[in-house]
């Protein structure tokens, strides 16, 4: 009774930003992620007669309270699903290089997931694994698959059909993503409290629900036809539309900071002098930057001058998730 996956993080070129349903984590538009090779989670559970309760260890550190709360009620419904009522120790690594910031949600419910069920026993297939993964964390559901990954929202009240489907594998395109990491962070709101607020007050939602189903199908062409400029320019307006309703929102909030833009601006600055490179950036003020690989030594040089700019980390497309 006893399993341990990986499962790597993702970055949404098309965001999923908003919920129809709360507790079983529906979204309001289909979206769009590339899962990357540098940052992952490897989680082990053992699931045991003996503990009368779940016991999470994160990194090695005994995690209580608030904290280890999501992931307790998780693996409730991996109980509930196997009909099994028995508690595990959780022992979850977060390999990211640095003390960088950046949230693990995404590989963290992925792997969680793909270890809980497989140590209780279940044998789920990709897309109930899916389901099952995006009830913990929305994001996480399309770390199930490596590469170019749509999470389709569905129609269905159940969510029996709202999951991840792959739509390019890691190797169909070698693209690069750079996380730069901004030596001040602080999050003051969360990407899931952020969104609520978004979608209960801001008047700019409803644009971004308009736009949002357009962009995801010219993306999804761009990426099949490995058109570079394309994806890059609809991936840095989608960003830009999921930034600006945060605005828009009672009360106003943003996730950028100072350096955030520092970045934002350098990126377009290197376009103009003609170096095809795209920012996005999630529910944070740390940003990251598409390119491709025979320009990374000019693009990572110039993120590393920036002023407020910690470290850039390098990624390539990456795999789904994985038993150990
Ligand atoms: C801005 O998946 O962290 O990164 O479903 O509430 O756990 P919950 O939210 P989460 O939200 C991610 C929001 C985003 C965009 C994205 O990854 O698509």
Redesign the pocket.
Known sequence: MKATAKAHTNI?LI???GKRNEPI?LPTNS?L?LTLDGFSTVTTVHFQDDLSSDEFFLNDKFVEGEASKRVIGFLDKVRTMAGKDMYARIHSLNHVPTAAGF?S??SGFAALAAASTKAIGLELDDRELSILTRQG????CRSIFGGFVEWQMGEREDGSDSYAVPVASKDHWDIRVAAVVLSATEKKVS??DG?RRTVETSPFYDGWLQQTPKDLEEIKTAIIDKDFEKTGNIAEANCMRMHATTLGANPPFTYWQDTTMRVMQNVQQMREEGIPAYFTI??GPNVKVLYLPEDEQKVKQRLQQITGVEEVIVSKPGKGISYL
Not at 137 to 140: D, K, L
């Open positions: 949404a965001k999923y930003w984590i979206n992620s949230a949600s995404a964390s929305g994001s996480a990407s899931r969104m999630d529910a």
